[in-house]
């Protein structure tokens, strides 16, 4: 699927169940970012030696802090309520797999984060493309092409750092093996108003 590579395309119908409660996909989409930022200064803590990667994923934490405000500015807007923070079971998929394939080594840990993120991030872009495409809201619609860019952006990011930095590691094969686990268990999912459900 383009830049993105994905094997497996959200079925559009997917819009018309986050349609029924747009209450839930913007609370849950506000909670995603948070925990996007969150994701990005948890890089940092564990590799601050890399001033570039420090540097361009301070930014990035700012940009999805920006986004979790933008998000909320909409709910409030709406009158709606920011609801507790959701559970994300298609994130802990991938985190379990994150996990099971890090050998334990600095830059295996590296490569692994870099990669579950590149991960998340190049699916909530083909969501937002979905959502931008599909939705009658036309706010939401304009909205959700705008985040999208940002997205590919922040999936470029990830990327790109893991190759700099995977002295040793075969990155291409290893996110080939990525994208074929994604497709496997995101085949359970498409059917939750929410941005992975």
């Not at 890089?43 to 920006?66: F, R």
Request: glycine content about 6%.
């Amino acid at each position: 699927m383009g830049v993105l590579r994905l094997e497996l395309p959200t079925d559009p119908r997917w819009v018309n169940i986050v349609e029924k409660n747009i209450e839930e996909i913007l609370t849950d989409h506000a909670w995603c970012e948070q925990k996007a930022a969150t994701n990005a200064i948890t890089i940092i803590t564990n590799n601050s030696e890399h001033e570039d990667l420090v540097t361009d994923l301070l930014a990035l934490a700012k940009e999805e802090l920006d986004h979790f405000e933008m998000v909320h500015d909409i709910i409030k807007k709406r009158g709606l309520k920011l609801g507790r923070e959701r559970k994300d079971d298609y994130v802990n998929e991938l985190a379990q797999y994150m996990k099971r394939s890090n050998t334990g080594s600095r830059v295996s840990g590296l490569v692994e984060r870099l990669l579950f993120s590149a991960m998340i991030e190049a699916r909530s872009c083909e969501r937002f493309k979905v959502l931008s495409e599909n939705i009658q809201d036309e706010e939401l619609s304009k909205f959700y092409r705008e985040l999208m860019e940002s997205e590919a952006g922040h999936y470029t990011t990830f990327i790109t750092y893991a190759r700099k930095y995977g002295k040793g590691i075969d990155v291409e094969k290893r996110w080939r093996e990525w994208l074929a686990f994604e497709s496997e268990i995101i085949a359970n999912y498409g059917n939750k108003e929410t941005i992975h459900g």
